[in-house]
Structures are given as C-alpha cells and as structure tokens.
C-alpha cells in the first residue's frame, strides 16, 4: 500500500498533487462505481455524482487517518454519494448493497471492535470462494454491477448469477455469526 501512504503524505502536504495522484489510481473506479449504481440517469447526472463524490472524499480526508485503505475509503464514499443522488432525484430510500446487505442480522457497523471482526470474516469468506464465485461477489457488492450485466458478460443466465449470491450471502452470515459478530 505504498501509494496510499504516498496519497495521504501528500494531501497534507501538497494537497493539490496528492488529489491528482488519487484521481490517477482511482478516478477509473470512482467512475465505473458511479456509471453502474446511476444507469439509467443522464451522464451529467454520473459526472456530478463523480464530482461529488471527490469533493465528499476531500472534506473528509481527516477519516483516512483510520481508513485501512484509501481506495477502500474513497469506494465507500462513492457508494454513499451515488445512492445519495438517487435517493434526491427518486425522493424515496433505495438499499445499499454489502454494507447493508439484507443477512437477516443487525450488523453494529460503527462499533469498531465489531468493524473489525466483521471485516476480517468478510474478507475470508470472499477469500476462500472458488474464482468464478468470487468475482461475481466482487462485481455486485464491491462494483454494484448489475445481475443482468454480469450474467451477459459471464455468458451465464441470470437465475444462477442469483443463486450464487444468494448462496454466498448465505453462508457469509453463518460465518459472520459463528465469527463472534457483534450484533
């Protein structure tokens, strides 16, 4: 993680390069996030959920200083920002995916003994899934691609694409409870 620690050495201390070293890593990222979670709306509407979004990482950059990761924390903002947009131009709430993935368990997600133990399951369960399974975990929950989109690009229909999910979701619940979650 040597180019997050270099991003974060230079928001603080040239924070117009360290801005420009993270749109070099992670602009692509930030951009497919917003393009899949805001199809179906305009491309202003995608740019500005981009724009947003960098402008909600910058005013708060201080977070990062407990982030694992920059990429990471900038993700999770994106997501926010982009369901944000939704929610404004729908005036109604929509789900977000894995952070609030319905498991049919109350995650304490701001406890941070629990944060931490829940992330460590969360990783090994993704971990441990045969490659094909795990990409689909990645491209739904971490990319917020859609089913359709998956299946097409997986040349596999969509009832599976959703069996695997399920599947997984499944049995990551099972391991964050039998992980000791703190509910």
């Not at 390069?17 to 393009?35: A, F, H």
């Not at 960098?54 to 924390?73: Q, T």
């Not at 629990?114 to 739904?140: G, W, Y």
């Not at 929950?141 to 997986?154: H, M, N, Q, T, V």
């Amino acid at each position: 993680m040597d180019s997050d620690k270099n991003i974060q050495k230079l928001l603080n201390t040239d924070p117009e390069k360290g801005l420009e070293e993270l749109l070099n890593l992670y602009g692509g990222t930030v951009k497919i996030i917003c393009r899949n979670i805001l199809a179906g709306f305009s491309n202003e509407d995608i740019e500005e959920a981009v724009a947003d979004s960098l402008i909600a990482f910058w005013v708060s950059r201080k977070g990062l200083i407990d982030a694992v990761s920059v990429k990471g924390y900038l993700i999770g903002i994106t997501k926010r920002t982009a369901y944000k947009k939704i929610r404004a131009k729908l005036k109604k709430p929509i789900p977000l995916p894995i952070d609030d993935m319905d498991l049919g368990i109350d995650i304490d997600v701001f406890n941070e003994a629990a944060l931490s133990i829940n992330k460590e399951v969360i990783h090994n369960v993704i971990s441990s899934m045969p490659e094909f399974e795990r990409e689909i975990f990645i491209r739904r929950y971490y990319y917020c691609e859609r089913i359709k989109s998956i299946a097409d690009s997986l040349n596999c229909n969509e009832k599976k694409i959703e069996n695997i999910l399920y599947r997984y979701k499944d049995k990551l619940k099972s391991k964050l409870i039998e992980g000791g979650i703190i509910i």
